[in-house]
């Protein structure tokens, strides 16, 4: 009478150490692997930041003023007074190369890893 208890409870211990085990991998992965937020206004480096942490960055431009927020390891554009707001409409981005541009304002938002700026790189590309 009181067999599916038993069940319910090794399901969710199975549970629970699968979540465990996923949560550890993925802190590795984030050690290995460490991701930067960099923004760019008039093509000239303004903030760059590890997608990490949470963290707001107000831009103000002759165009405008935009406002990129990190938050849970992804960046999104949270404000921005530009006329089409395209900027806004892509959404939280989070993946190496990933961009938002918000064109009316020059303003660049792009996501790297920590090995793009490696001479590495040079010689593939070479
Ligand atoms: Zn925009």
Request: hydrophobic share 35%; charged share 25%.
């Amino acid at each position: 009478m009181k067999k599916n208890d038993g069940i319910i409870i090794g399901a969710i211990l199975v549970l629970a150490v699968i979540i465990y085990f996923t949560q550890q991998w993925q802190n590795r992965v984030d050690e290995n692997n460490k991701l930067y937020v960099e923004i760019y206004v008039n093509n000239e480096l303004y903030d760059r930041s590890p997608l990490n942490i949470d963290k707001e960055v107000v831009i103000e431009t002759d165009g405008g003023i935009n406002v990129v927020k990190i938050e849970n390891q992804s960046v999104v554009m949270k404000e921005s007074n530009c006329p089409n707001k395209i900027c806004m409409k892509t959404g939280h981005i989070h993946k190496p190369g990933s961009t938002i541009v918000c064109l009316p304002h020059q303003v660049y938002v792009q996501i790297v890893g920590d090995d793009n700026e490696g001479e590495d790189l040079d010689a593939i590309s070479e």
